[in-house]
């Protein structure tokens, strides 16, 4: 099946479902319930997978100096990707990407290689708001796109950063008024202008 048509049956796909198959082309589990960061994620996967194929005869690129965040990309080594078994390739992943994967998905970490080493991603540490000892919790909200759009609209026009930015302040502001100030306070850091 060709990578368009599969692409296309992803956004069809429940929650779950995308998961699974997050995890089956990366290698990688997730439970991100961000349904357009794992279509993303798994057609960039499937595009590795075509374009791997596609160059199994062709040299490796030459290294750019910098990535997109300006850190400096690590060289290319002599020797196609290709050749290397999976854990050469998480530890070539690791060197050039800065940061260990998970994956077995020999398409899936020799394209993303390739793409650090070209500058088009960013290296080292994901950035995340994970912090040990502290558990999150995803809130379904759930409106129409046009009270979305008008929403996003008004916080935009306010100069708020973003989406979440704008909730915590609301509920911030809301909670103030029905008085549970000591709630109210926990969202003080993120609503500071």
Do not use: C
């Amino acid at each position: 099946m060709s990578t368009k048509k599969e692409t296309a049956k992803l956004t069809k796909m429940k929650l779950s479902e995308l998961q699974a198959k997050f995890a089956e082309v990366t290698g990688e589990t997730t439970r991100s319930p961000n349904k357009a960061f794992l279509i993303r994620r798994i057609s960039e996967a499937l595009q590795a997978a075509d374009a791997s194929a596609k160059a199994k005869n062709v040299p490796e690129a030459a290294a750019p100096e910098a990535d997109v965040t300006g850190q400096k990309a690590p060289a290319a080594v002599d020797g196609k990707l290709t050749r290397l078994d999976v854990p050469e390739l998480q530890a070539r992943y690791l060197e050039v990407v800065g940061r260990p994967t998970g994956s077995t998905n020999k398409a899936y970490m020799i394209w993303k290689v390739r793409e650090a080493q070209k500058g088009r991603i960013p290296l080292g540490p994901r950035k995340n708001a994970h912090r040990a000892g502290v558990t999150f919790k995803v809130l379904p909200l759930r409106m129409e796109s046009e009270v979305v759009d008008k929403l996003d609209e008004a916080w935009r026009s306010r100069g708020i950063k973003n989406r979440t930015e704008f909730f915590r302040g609301a509920l911030s502001h809301y909670l103030k008024d029905l008085g549970a100030e000591d709630v109210a306070a926990m969202f003080a850091d993120t609503t500071a202008a």
